[in-house]
């Protein structure tokens, strides 16, 4: 048999689609349903390893663990500075921040404290307050309730707070919904003894914990680890590993670095829910996560209080304004932990009235 090369120069034309078919397909097949697109996948791929890469720069970003420990390095990093640790606020919304006029209350007088960011829906009618809350908003992307894209939406805004300034050093996950119950300067000198001990935050980063709800007897628990099909989340989510908690957290740079490193989890998490009733990604991804990679470095309970007396359809108590007086955030800043919530949900837009009355007098007061 003569095969001139012609011929088989136009065989080989002819199987080229065939092949690009084969070697694309398993690359876009499995994006095809996926809540999150091809795109906002790639791009929030490339935004955690700009993240990722920035914090591993010597260029004065708060120390790993594996860095922390010879005496002239955490020297260099504490003269490299001239600020105190930060708290990062990582507003994400899917409405306008009716409360922004008390959290600029709240954040008066402490700019060198904290920094905003705020990570909209822009498919929502987002307004962007002026003051504090001027251009903080981050790129941002569209976000469902019962899908994974609020997930996706908190390592954004992590993976933006890292990159913006090295000084951040708690992130705080709150909603449009989110109040303060105590004043800045409470929360800050609780979490960092006071403004000069802060400093401490850079030389052990390890000895500061995370605030996030890491809990293993939800009643409808299986159901949850089973929303995306029976053995969907293993070999790398067993279900003894599982965790729920609280979608707003106070994460270290430590964890905040972990979650926007994490593919292995995020592989599972990303997958659709079959189950829609018992589809809550967010409210387990961030405690299975930490809590199968740093137990002992998490607290286990959120700073945020929420009222689940009365829920409905997976919605905890909706404060009316008729709610709002001095006892009941008396009440609501009791915590079983040592310390006190700095923060409760949710509330109506119209509870700003009566917050405001008593900002000063009771919220800011302790
Ligand atoms: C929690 O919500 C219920 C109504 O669902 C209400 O009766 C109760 O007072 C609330 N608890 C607190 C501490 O606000
Ligand atoms: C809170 O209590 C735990 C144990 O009960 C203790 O280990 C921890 O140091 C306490 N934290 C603070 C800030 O007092």
Redesign the pocket.
């Known amino acids: 048999m003569s095969t001139s090369p012609f011929v088989l120069a136009l065989s080989l034309l002819l199987s080229l689609p065939l092949l690009l078919f084969f070697f694309f397909f398993p690359t876009i097949y499995p994006h095809k349903n996926l809540p999150l697109s091809l795109r906002d996948e790639l791009d929030d791929r490339a935004l955690f390893r700009r993240a990722s890469a920035a914090r591993a720069t010597p260029s004065g970003h708060a120390a790993t663990s594996s860095s922390s420990r010879s005496f002239p390095a955490k020297f260099a990093r504490l003269g490299a500075r001239n600020s105190r640790p930060k708290i990062a606020f990582l507003f994400l919304t899917n409405s306008d921040l009716s409360f922004s006029p008390l959290w600029e209350k709240f954040f008066s007088g402490h700019s060198r404290f904290y920094n905003i960011y705020i990570h909209a829906d822009p498919s929502s009618k987002f307004a962007p307050p002026d003051g504090v809350f001027r251009k903080r908003l981050i790129p941002s992307k569209k976000t469902e309730r019962a899908s994974p894209t609020l997930i996706a939406a908190a390592r954004r805004l992590l993976a933006d707070a890292i990159l913006d300034d090295p000084a951040n050093f708690y992130f705080a996950l709150v909603s449009q919904h989110c109040v303060p119950l105590h004043s800045f300067r409470y929360m800050y000198d609780a979490l960092f003894g006071n403004s000069i001990s802060a400093f401490n935050a850079y030389i052990n980063p390890g000895e500061y914990k995370s605030y996030i709800e890491i809990l293993s007897d939800e009643p409808n628990l299986y159901e949850r680890y089973a929303a995306r099909g029976e053995h969907v989340m293993l070999p790398e989510v067993p279900f003894e590993q599982f965790r729920v908690g609280s979608q707003f957290f106070m994460l270290t740079k430590r964890h905040a670095s972990l979650v926007i490193e994490d593919e292995k989890l995020w592989s599972k998490f990303r997958l659709p829910c079959l189950d829609k009733e018992c589809c809550y990604p967010e409210e387990h991804y961030f405690p299975t996560l930490l809590s199968m990679s740093d137990p002992k470095g998490c607290s286990h309970y959120t700073l945020t209080r929420v ?1 689940w ?2 829920s409905f359809d997976g919605h905890p ?1 909706l404060y009316q304004p008729e709610e709002i007086s001095p006892a ?1 955030v008396r ?2 800043r009791q915590s079983e932990s040592n310390y006190s919530y700095f923060f409760a949900r949710k509330f109506t837009p119209e509870c700003l009235e009566p917050l405001m009355k008593i900002a000063d007098n009771v919220i800011f007061k302790d």
């Open positions: 009222n007396t009365g108590h009941l009440e609501l």
